[in-house]
């Protein structure tokens, strides 16, 4: 699903370009970005239900606008400020209620098809996944609770992965324009590769070094989380340091990439280096210094 969009909004620049007299187009490729992962997420997430589910997405999107506004609005905290029926808090109501009761349709409308006999399962996208988990949980069928723990679920789905794989494809495209010798690079190996295969599948980008090296690069430099917060579940012994249970922690992403004791001189001063962030890795034998964001957060 998600090649079909890829290949879908691809087409789309190729004819914007064509129609243009020069064969030339300027796009604001942050906003396409962002379309595009939209279309993915929701094609994941609610497959045939599209487009319930884009809708939905655009009303997060606008009440997540609204609520950073409001925050900056705000210049000075007043307890229960949220609940006052200001015109922003009033908008931002309507918005979530929106999203709320388009997924929630999205979930009655495939508990309905099942009960009747519509349809042999909840689906084979995200959304399906969830019920059909909560129901094999609970061993009975989905109540009111679990319904609105799973709205909740596809709220942090689109949060998550929305903005920050916009911005880590934003950031990827900004380095490949500094450094155009690395688009030519990526180019070759690209069209070497999967020239005699047509679209490449997630198994075959283990050959693609180049794009990977990249890839690690750009995550070093921008990657779209700047800090970890993680919780102790226990006490943790790292190195000469004992983390106490039920401890917060902050790990600083962007310090301990762009470190030189970490990384070496020549990385930090290289935005994108022939030997690749992951060589520099192997040669100090350091493990794990690009730290998974979507990891779970606590520290066992």
Known sequence: MATLCIISILEEWENQANASEDRCKTM???????????DIIANAAFGS???????????????????????????????????????????????????????????????????TGSSDDYGDDLLGGMIGASEMVQSKPVSELNIDEIIDECK??????????????????????????????????????????????????????????????????????????????GDVKLGNITIPKDTHISIPLMKIYRSKKNIGEKMQKNLIHRDSLMGSLKQRNTQMLLLPSDSVQELA
Request: net charge positive; aromatic share 10%; charged share 25%.
């Open 49 to 115: 239900s599209y487009m319930e589910g884009g809708e939905a997405f655009k009303a997060q999107e606008k009440l997540q606008e609204f609520a950073a506004a409001a925050s900056l609005q705000a210049q000075i905290f007043i307890p229960g400020r949220q609940y006052l029926p200001t015109p922003s808090n009033i908008q931002m109501w309507k918005l979530d209620r929106k999203v709320k009761n388009t997924i929630r349709n999205i979930i009655e409308s495939r508990l309905n098809d099942k009960a």
């Open 156 to 233: 942090t789905y689109f949060f998550a992965r929305h903005e920050t794989t916009t911005f880590f494809l934003t950031w990827i495209v900004f380095l490949l324009c500094v450094h155009p010798e690395w688009q030519s690079k990526l180019r070759e190996e690209v069209l070497r590769e999967y020239s005699s295969t047509g679209i490449p599948n997630a198994d075959m980008l283990t050959k693609l070094k180049s794009v990977n090296m990249v890839l690690l690069e750009t995550m070093r430099l921008y990657g779209p989380i700047t800090e970890l917060p993680r919780v102790a579940t």
């Open 28 to 38: 604001e490729l942050s906003g396409e970005f962002k379309r595009l992962n939209a």
